[in-house]
């Protein structure tokens, strides 16, 4: 069994022409290309959710209607990715929607396509730190790489303090994705007009034509109820304030 994602070229992105003479591009060069500019960017599934499935918990547990959505935007990925289509999961504290996201990059991964994940903060780090590099355009490079792999997941939208300088950095990155129709995938627990307040009204705009629309809604799975573990037939413990 091959262990080469293109067979054509085995993964050297070129092909030699009938007679030999010569080399042409594979069909599969341009996304070979992306890949490799990619790799120093983030691309590993946190241990936590490196075993998620819909057939296992919490995702299995969820209401059906707010997976099929996601199950369906899995079955169709390379369409997905190549009409620059993403999603956007929206919902309160421990609904879902990071192991959602992280089962789409999981399935991109798997499909050996380029794929980046960050939680804001670390995301703006990472940007701050091209600041920091001697090397002449870090900063412009970066933000390359990131427009240019094919999917792009960004966790806790709109968790970080608002500044010009953030509002301006996630502009960036949503318009260089918009206008190269590549997707994106981004958690928040924001409304939309919420979120606008926070990262700006263009940048939600931008989101808005180019994801669908994940709604999560249940209580916290993180959560857990005290349980009374006192046998119910004893006597209730006497009020001492009483004695």
């Given at each position: 069994?091959?262990g080469y ?8 992105g070129?092909?030699?022409t ?7 591009a ?5 996304q070979?290309?992306a ?8 691309a590993v599934?946190p241990r ?15 209401p ?6 996601v199950?369906g935007?899995?079955?169709q990925?390379?369409e ?33 396509r380029?794929v980046a ?5 670390r ?10 590099d ?17 999917l792009?997941?960004?966790d ?7 500044s010009?300088w ?7 990155i949503?318009n ?8 994106i ?5 924001l ?9 700006g009204?263009r940048t939600?705009?931008r989101?808005e034509?180019?994801?669908e629309?994940c709604?999560?809604?249940?209580a916290?799975?993180?959560?857990f ?17 009483l004695a």
């Amino acid at each position: 069994m091959s262990g080469y994602a293109c067979k054509d070229c085995e993964d050297s992105g070129w092909l030699d022409t009938p007679d030999g003479n010569a080399v042409v591009a594979c069909h599969c060069r341009e996304q070979l290309v992306a890949s490799r500019r990619s790799r120093s960017l983030s691309a590993v599934i946190p241990r936590r959710y490196r075993g998620a499935s819909f057939d296992r918990p919490p995702i299995s547990s969820m209401p059906p209607a707010q997976v099929d959505l996601v199950k369906g935007y899995v079955r169709q990925l390379d369409e997905r990715l190549a009409e620059g289509r993403g999603l956007w999961f929206f919902g309160g504290v421990g609904t879902g929607k990071t192991t959602l996201a992280m089962l789409v990059s999981q399935a991109a991964i798997d499909a050996r396509r380029g794929v980046a994940i960050y939680s804001l903060p670390r995301l703006l780090a990472e940007i701050r730190s091209t600041f920091e590099d001697d090397a002449e355009g870090g900063y412009v490079d970066l933000l390359d790489r990131l427009a240019e792999i094919d999917l792009l997941q960004i966790d806790d939208l709109g968790a970080e303090k608002t500044s010009a300088w953030v509002l301006e950095q996630l502009y960036s990155i949503v318009n260089a994705r918009y206008e190269a129709q590549r997707s994106i995938i981004v958690t928040t627990n924001l409304e939309r007009d919420q979120l606008a307040l926070q990262i700006g009204e263009r940048t939600v705009s931008r989101l808005e034509e180019m994801c669908e629309l994940c709604p999560l809604f249940g209580a916290d799975q993180r959560r857990f109820e005290a349980v009374d573990m006192r046998d119910k037939d004893q006597p209730p413990t006497p009020d001492l304030r009483l004695a």
